[in-house]
């Protein structure tokens, strides 16, 4: 029996490697793409939908194979000690049961003339949100960047153009290198997403941004399918990765052709229930009707019942990169049915316990204490 492979060979795509190669015909399409009108190019790819939506692994529109992996570590860990329950550092601060971020990736001048409408709206119902642009790709006005800043958001960078070429090779990577840390610094951002989602998990720690947001945890309909298999952030040597954890609204929009929210609430919803990371890329660029805007308003109605229903946290991307950071510093002391965190930044943190309910297994987070 062979051994089973580790948690990295998931988040890290490795799976790929042997059966994740794109298919000879979405390959062909990807290379007539820039030859072909633009309605050809959503035909095809609403045809091919239906082949990449029953995709094996990774399951689409959720892929519970780490949540259920985790579970059993944990089970495992309670059957070895002999012990009732075991104690662990909670996943988010303050005793939060779950995280969501909102993310916009720009793509155009459309975009950009919807920026601040979309920042409005969010305000409205209580969210701040990411704004990633293309450094070199369309014109930036004066000032858009820091009033982005004041409004509560933050800056990304998504990339220099958005030619889908940044990982075509090592060349290509290297050469551009120095543009995206230069952008970096110049637009004070600590988070990147690359054009279209293409991604390398071995070449990305190199962005040397706080954290990245390129790997779906499944998404069968990208240039890139396939995914972590995370709804949980995770490192790339320094760097933390926040997966995107709901279909992308160009996908639910044009490609799946929904008009309804339903494929985001109902994947928020397992996302809750498991405590992970929402993360949803919104395009202002195809927030261009008032129909997609009343949509965006429901999802964000809807994100705000549940943070107060379910206790969920909702942050800046770059908050929950420094937060995941710190977590990695933090462990448990035990002493007897007792526990303590300790480490840089344990006031923030709770308490987790794992513990059996019958066959499943139950976490109890412990509140954290009010500090004075």
């Known amino acids: 029996m062979g051994v089973a492979p580790d948690d990295s060979h998931y988040l890290e795509e490795r799976y790929r490697e042997t059966g994740g190669r794109r298919s000879l015909p979405l390959s062909a399409y990807y290379a007539l793409k820039p030859l072909l009108p633009r309605r050809l190019q959503i035909a095809m790819r609403r045809r091919y939908a239906k082949r ?51 993310t916009h990736d720009v793509e155009g ?25 293309v450094a070199e790709w369309y014109p930036i006005p004066d000032g858009l960047l820091a009033e982005v800043r004041a409004a509560g958001c933050e800056v990304g960078l998504h990339g220099i153009k958005h030619d889908c070429k940044l990982f075509e090779s090592r060349a290509r990577f290297e050469s551009e290198l120095p543009a995206i840390h230069r952008y970096l610094a110049e637009w004070d951002a600590v988070g990147f997403r690359s054009p279209a989602t293409h991604r390398n998990a071995d070449w990305m720690p190199e962005l040397e941004s706080l954290y990245d947001t390129s790997f779906p945890d499944t998404d069968p309909f990208e240039p890139q399918a396939g995914g972590c298999c995370s709804i949980l952030p995770f490192f790339l040597g320094e760097m933390v990765e926040l997966p995107i954890t709901l279909v992308q609204d160009h996908t639910l929009w044009e490609i799946l052709r929904q008009d309804s929210i ?10 809750i229930a498991n405590g992970g990371l929402i993360n949803p890329i919104v395009h202002p660029d195809y927030l261009d009707t008032p129909a997609r805007l009343h949509m965006y308003e429901e999802f964000l109605e809807y994100l705000a019942e549940r943070r107060e229903e379910r206790d969920g946290w909702h942050a800046l991307p770059r908050e929950v990169a420094e937060w ?26 709770a308490l987790a316990w794992a513990c059996r309910d019958g066959e499943e297994l139950a976490i109890e987070l412990e509140p954290v204490p009010a500090t004075a």
């Open 109 to 133: 001048p459309a975009g950009v003339g919807n920026v601040r409408k979309i920042i409005e709206i969010e305000r409205r119902h209580g969210f701040v949100s990411s704004w990633n642009f």
């Open 324 to 349: 995941w950071r710190t977590r990695a510093g933090l462990r448990c002391v035990e002493g007897g049915e007792e526990a303590r965190i300790v480490g840089e930044g344990a006031e923030r943190a």
């Open 262 to 271: 339903d494929l985001w609430t109902q994947k928020c919803d397992w996302l």
């Open 52 to 102: 990449q939506a029953r995709t094996e692994f990774p399951r689409w529109p959720v892929e519970p194979l780490l949540v259920d992996r985790r579970r059993e570590e944990l089970r495992a860990e309670l059957d070895r000690r002999g012990v009732a329950r075991i104690p662990t550092v909670a996943d988010w601060p303050e005793g939060k049961r779950f995280a969501a971020i909102l």
